[in-house]
Protein backbone atom coordinates (compact mmCIF):
# COMPACT_ATOMS: atom_id res chain seq x y z
CA UNK A 1 0.00 0.00 0.00
CA UNK A 2 1.89 3.37 -0.97
CA UNK A 3 1.24 6.73 0.97
CA UNK A 4 -1.85 8.33 0.73
CA UNK A 5 -4.01 5.29 0.10
CA UNK A 6 -7.41 4.90 1.13
CA UNK A 7 -8.76 1.37 -0.92
CA UNK A 8 -11.80 2.01 -2.82
CA UNK A 9 -14.18 -0.31 -1.12
CA UNK A 10 -13.10 1.89 1.94
CA UNK A 11 -16.10 3.63 3.00
CA UNK A 12 -15.12 7.17 4.53
CA UNK A 13 -17.98 9.47 5.87
CA UNK A 14 -17.88 12.82 4.46
CA UNK A 15 -17.65 14.74 7.61
CA UNK A 16 -14.32 12.83 8.50
CA UNK A 17 -10.95 14.32 8.43
CA UNK A 18 -8.22 12.15 6.82
CA UNK A 19 -4.88 13.21 6.37
CA UNK A 20 -3.22 12.57 3.09
CA UNK A 21 -0.94 9.99 4.72
CA UNK A 22 -2.98 7.99 5.70
CA UNK A 23 -3.13 4.26 4.95
CA UNK A 24 -6.82 2.95 5.17
CA UNK A 25 -7.15 -0.62 4.10
CA UNK A 26 -10.42 -2.80 2.04
CA UNK A 27 -13.36 -3.34 3.98
CA UNK A 28 -12.70 0.07 6.14
CA UNK A 29 -15.93 2.05 7.74
CA UNK A 30 -14.62 5.82 9.21
CA UNK A 31 -17.43 7.20 10.50
CA UNK A 32 -18.39 11.01 11.09
CA UNK A 33 -17.18 12.99 12.28
CA UNK A 34 -13.50 10.95 13.18
CA UNK A 35 -10.34 12.52 12.49
CA UNK A 36 -7.29 9.86 11.31
CA UNK A 37 -3.66 11.19 11.06
CA UNK A 38 -0.82 11.03 8.53
CA UNK A 39 0.85 8.37 10.11
CA UNK A 40 -2.04 5.96 10.85
CA UNK A 41 -2.50 2.36 9.24
CA UNK A 42 -6.01 1.16 9.07
CA UNK A 43 -6.36 -3.07 8.84
CA UNK A 44 -8.51 -4.67 6.70
CA UNK A 45 -12.24 -4.21 8.04
CA UNK A 46 -11.16 -1.90 10.22
CA UNK A 47 -14.42 0.41 12.10
CA UNK A 48 -13.81 3.53 13.67
CA UNK A 49 -17.76 4.67 14.71
CA UNK A 50 -17.74 8.05 15.32
CA UNK A 51 -15.63 11.06 17.13
CA UNK A 52 -12.99 8.55 17.21
CA UNK A 53 -8.96 9.93 16.90
CA UNK A 54 -6.39 7.84 15.57
CA UNK A 55 -3.38 10.17 15.50
CA UNK A 56 0.46 9.33 16.10
CA UNK A 57 2.54 6.86 14.38
CA UNK A 58 0.09 4.08 15.18
CA UNK A 59 -1.10 0.89 13.37
CA UNK A 60 -4.60 -0.84 14.16
CA UNK A 61 -5.09 -4.42 13.01
CA UNK A 62 -7.28 -5.67 11.06
CA UNK A 63 -11.36 -6.45 11.97
CA UNK A 64 -10.62 -4.30 15.00
CA UNK A 65 -13.74 -1.81 16.14
CA UNK A 66 -13.14 1.73 17.81
CA UNK A 67 -15.98 3.33 19.34
CA UNK A 68 -17.27 7.00 19.80
CA UNK A 69 -14.74 9.43 21.68
CA UNK A 70 -11.63 7.02 21.97
CA UNK A 71 -8.34 8.49 21.52
CA UNK A 72 -5.89 5.97 20.35
CA UNK A 73 -2.03 7.33 19.07
CA UNK A 74 -1.77 10.72 21.62
CA UNK A 75 1.55 11.28 22.52
CA UNK A 76 2.50 9.84 25.80
CA UNK A 77 1.64 11.30 29.69
CA UNK A 78 5.18 12.00 30.51
CA UNK A 79 6.93 14.76 31.27
CA UNK A 80 10.39 13.13 29.74
CA UNK A 81 9.09 12.88 26.41
CA UNK A 82 10.03 15.51 24.33
CA UNK A 83 8.19 14.85 21.11
CA UNK A 84 10.76 11.97 19.45
CA UNK A 85 9.27 9.35 17.30
CA UNK A 86 6.97 6.48 18.84
CA UNK A 87 4.65 4.28 18.15
CA UNK A 88 1.31 2.54 18.68
CA UNK A 89 0.78 -0.63 17.59
CA UNK A 90 -3.04 -2.19 17.85
CA UNK A 91 -3.50 -6.34 16.88
CA UNK A 92 -6.47 -8.09 15.33
CA UNK A 93 -10.14 -8.16 16.16
CA UNK A 94 -9.43 -5.54 19.00
CA UNK A 95 -12.44 -3.98 20.83
CA UNK A 96 -11.77 -0.33 21.85
CA UNK A 97 -14.70 0.73 23.78
CA UNK A 98 -16.00 4.92 24.11
CA UNK A 99 -13.51 7.35 25.86
CA UNK A 100 -10.59 4.82 26.16
CA UNK A 101 -7.38 6.46 25.35
CA UNK A 102 -3.89 4.60 24.09
CA UNK A 103 -0.82 6.57 23.89
CA UNK A 104 2.30 5.70 21.97
CA UNK A 105 6.00 4.70 23.77
CA UNK A 106 8.93 7.08 24.42
CA UNK A 107 12.42 6.19 23.67
CA UNK A 108 13.52 5.39 27.03
CA UNK A 109 10.69 3.05 27.00
CA UNK A 110 11.37 0.93 24.11
CA UNK A 111 9.57 3.02 21.79
CA UNK A 112 6.62 0.75 20.91
CA UNK A 113 3.30 0.55 22.87
CA UNK A 114 1.69 -2.52 22.56
CA UNK A 115 -1.44 -4.29 22.18
CA UNK A 116 -2.22 -7.79 21.22
CA UNK A 117 -5.04 -9.40 19.37
CA UNK A 118 -8.36 -9.89 20.41
CA UNK A 119 -8.28 -7.75 23.42
CA UNK A 120 -11.24 -5.81 24.31
CA UNK A 121 -10.80 -2.26 26.08
CA UNK A 122 -13.71 -0.87 27.95
CA UNK A 123 -15.63 2.58 28.70
CA UNK A 124 -13.10 5.36 29.69
CA UNK A 125 -9.59 2.77 30.24
CA UNK A 126 -6.49 4.03 29.75
CA UNK A 127 -3.19 2.42 28.07
CA UNK A 128 -0.06 3.94 29.25
CA UNK A 129 3.34 4.71 27.35
CA UNK A 130 5.47 1.55 26.06
CA UNK A 131 2.82 -0.67 27.86
CA UNK A 132 3.07 -4.49 26.87
CA UNK A 133 -0.43 -6.05 26.48
CA UNK A 134 -1.12 -9.64 25.65
CA UNK A 135 -3.64 -11.55 23.71
CA UNK A 136 -7.43 -11.68 24.88
CA UNK A 137 -7.07 -9.11 27.69
CA UNK A 138 -9.80 -7.36 28.81
CA UNK A 139 -9.33 -4.04 30.69
CA UNK A 140 -12.94 -3.31 32.20
CA UNK A 141 -14.70 0.16 32.54
CA UNK A 142 -12.01 2.87 33.87
CA UNK A 143 -8.69 0.78 34.14
CA UNK A 144 -5.79 2.73 34.27
CA UNK A 145 -2.71 1.15 33.02
CA UNK A 146 0.44 3.20 33.59
CA UNK A 147 3.46 3.56 31.33
CA UNK A 148 6.10 -0.02 31.33
CA UNK A 149 3.25 -2.32 32.60
CA UNK A 150 3.08 -5.80 30.98
CA UNK A 151 0.08 -7.57 30.69
CA UNK A 152 0.48 -11.36 29.86
CA UNK A 153 -2.14 -13.55 27.85
CA UNK A 154 -5.68 -13.80 28.71
CA UNK A 155 -5.20 -11.23 31.92
CA UNK A 156 -8.42 -9.38 33.44
CA UNK A 157 -8.55 -6.07 35.14
CA UNK A 158 -11.53 -5.38 36.92
CA UNK A 159 -13.54 -1.91 36.61
CA UNK A 160 -12.32 1.17 38.16
CA UNK A 161 -8.57 -0.56 38.72
CA UNK A 162 -4.88 0.43 38.79
CA UNK A 163 -1.72 -0.98 38.20
CA UNK A 164 1.40 0.71 39.22
CA UNK A 165 4.31 1.30 36.39
CA UNK A 166 6.97 -1.28 35.62
CA UNK A 167 4.44 -3.53 36.97
CA UNK A 168 4.60 -7.28 35.58
CA UNK A 169 1.06 -9.54 35.12
CA UNK A 170 1.38 -13.02 34.19
CA UNK A 171 -0.50 -14.37 31.84
CA UNK A 172 -4.05 -15.42 33.35
CA UNK A 173 -4.39 -13.39 36.06
CA UNK A 174 -7.49 -11.76 37.03
CA UNK A 175 -7.21 -8.51 39.17
CA UNK A 176 -10.27 -7.84 41.46
CA UNK A 177 -12.42 -4.66 40.66
CA UNK A 178 -11.53 -1.31 42.64
CA UNK A 179 -7.57 -2.69 42.96
CA UNK A 180 -4.59 -0.90 42.92
CA UNK A 181 -1.33 -2.94 41.92
CA UNK A 182 2.20 -1.64 42.78
CA UNK A 183 4.09 -5.16 42.64
CA UNK A 184 4.05 -7.85 40.28
CA UNK A 185 1.82 -10.50 40.08
CA UNK A 186 2.27 -14.34 39.54
CA UNK A 187 0.85 -16.24 35.86
CA UNK A 188 -2.65 -17.35 37.16
CA UNK A 189 -2.94 -15.51 40.60
CA UNK A 190 -5.86 -14.18 42.04
CA UNK A 191 -5.69 -10.24 43.30
CA UNK A 192 -8.51 -8.65 45.53
CA UNK A 193 -8.61 -6.16 48.27
CA UNK A 194 -7.79 -1.95 47.33
CA UNK A 195 -4.40 -2.52 48.27
CA UNK A 196 -4.13 -5.57 45.89
CA UNK A 197 -3.28 -9.17 47.95
CA UNK A 198 -2.52 -11.89 45.97
CA UNK A 199 -5.59 -14.59 47.38
CA UNK A 200 -5.20 -17.62 45.28
CA UNK A 201 -5.28 -18.87 41.80
CA UNK A 202 -7.42 -17.84 39.46
CA UNK A 203 -9.60 -21.38 39.51
CA UNK A 204 -12.43 -20.01 37.57
CA UNK A 205 -10.19 -18.98 34.36
CA UNK A 206 -7.90 -21.83 34.25
CA UNK A 207 -11.54 -24.20 34.26
CA UNK A 208 -13.09 -21.81 31.39
CA UNK A 209 -9.93 -22.14 29.85
CA UNK A 210 -10.34 -26.09 29.48
CA UNK A 211 -6.74 -26.80 31.80
CA UNK A 212 -6.73 -30.60 32.42
CA UNK A 213 -7.61 -31.28 36.23
CA UNK A 214 -4.03 -32.89 37.28
CA UNK A 215 -2.37 -29.46 36.28
CA UNK A 216 -4.78 -27.36 38.37
CA UNK A 217 -3.59 -29.56 41.20
CA UNK A 218 0.01 -29.36 40.43
CA UNK A 219 -0.83 -25.75 40.11
CA UNK A 220 -2.49 -25.18 43.73
CA UNK A 221 -0.09 -27.37 44.93
CA UNK A 222 2.82 -24.78 44.20
CA UNK A 223 0.83 -21.96 45.06
CA UNK A 224 0.90 -24.02 48.81
CA UNK A 225 4.47 -24.10 48.85
CA UNK A 226 5.18 -20.69 47.76
CA UNK A 227 2.51 -19.27 50.59
CA UNK A 228 3.86 -22.20 53.08
CA UNK A 229 7.38 -23.74 52.70
CA UNK A 230 10.11 -22.70 54.35
CA UNK A 231 13.32 -19.60 53.01
CA UNK A 232 12.58 -16.66 51.04
CA UNK A 233 9.65 -16.11 48.09
CA UNK A 234 12.58 -16.86 45.32
CA UNK A 235 13.88 -20.12 47.30
CA UNK A 236 10.55 -21.58 47.49
CA UNK A 237 10.36 -20.95 43.62
CA UNK A 238 13.54 -22.13 42.18
CA UNK A 239 12.39 -25.25 44.29
CA UNK A 240 9.63 -25.20 42.29
CA UNK A 241 11.59 -24.54 38.38
CA UNK A 242 13.51 -28.06 40.11
CA UNK A 243 11.29 -29.81 41.09
CA UNK A 244 7.74 -29.77 39.00
CA UNK A 245 6.97 -31.57 36.04
CA UNK A 246 4.33 -29.56 35.14
CA UNK A 247 4.42 -26.83 32.68
CA UNK A 248 2.19 -24.24 34.09
CA UNK A 249 4.14 -24.51 37.60
CA UNK A 250 7.19 -24.18 36.41
CA UNK A 251 6.04 -20.96 33.81
CA UNK A 252 4.76 -19.40 37.38
CA UNK A 253 8.86 -20.33 38.42
CA UNK A 254 10.62 -19.00 35.90
CA UNK A 255 8.47 -15.91 36.14
CA UNK A 256 9.07 -14.98 39.38
CA UNK A 257 12.67 -16.11 39.07
CA UNK A 258 13.06 -13.44 36.06
CA UNK A 259 14.04 -10.02 35.95
CA UNK A 260 11.28 -7.43 37.40
CA UNK A 261 11.74 -4.14 38.34
CA UNK A 262 9.34 -4.46 40.90
CA UNK A 263 9.18 -6.83 43.92
CA UNK A 264 5.71 -9.30 44.06
CA UNK A 265 2.78 -9.57 45.73
CA UNK A 266 2.82 -13.27 48.27
CA UNK A 267 0.92 -15.37 48.98
CA UNK A 268 -1.50 -14.22 52.24
CA UNK A 269 -2.04 -18.05 53.09
CA UNK A 270 -1.93 -21.66 51.81
CA UNK A 271 -5.36 -21.76 49.36
Not at 184 to 194: E, F, K, S, T
Request: with cysteine; glycine share 14%; net charge negative.
Amino acid sequence: MTTAAIHPSATIHPSAVIDPGARIAAGCTVGPFCVVGAEVTLGHDVTLKSHVVVTGWTEIGAGSVIFPFATVGEVPQDLKYHGEHTRLIIGKRARIREGATLNTGTEGGGGVTRIGDDCLIMTGAHVGHDAQIGDRVILVNNVAIAGHVVLGDDVIVGGLSGIHQWVRVGQGAIIGAVTMVTNDVIPYGLVQAPRGELDGLNLVGLKRRGIDRGEITALRAAYQTLAQEDGSFLDRARKLAEESDSPLVREIAEFILSKSDRSFLTPKGGR
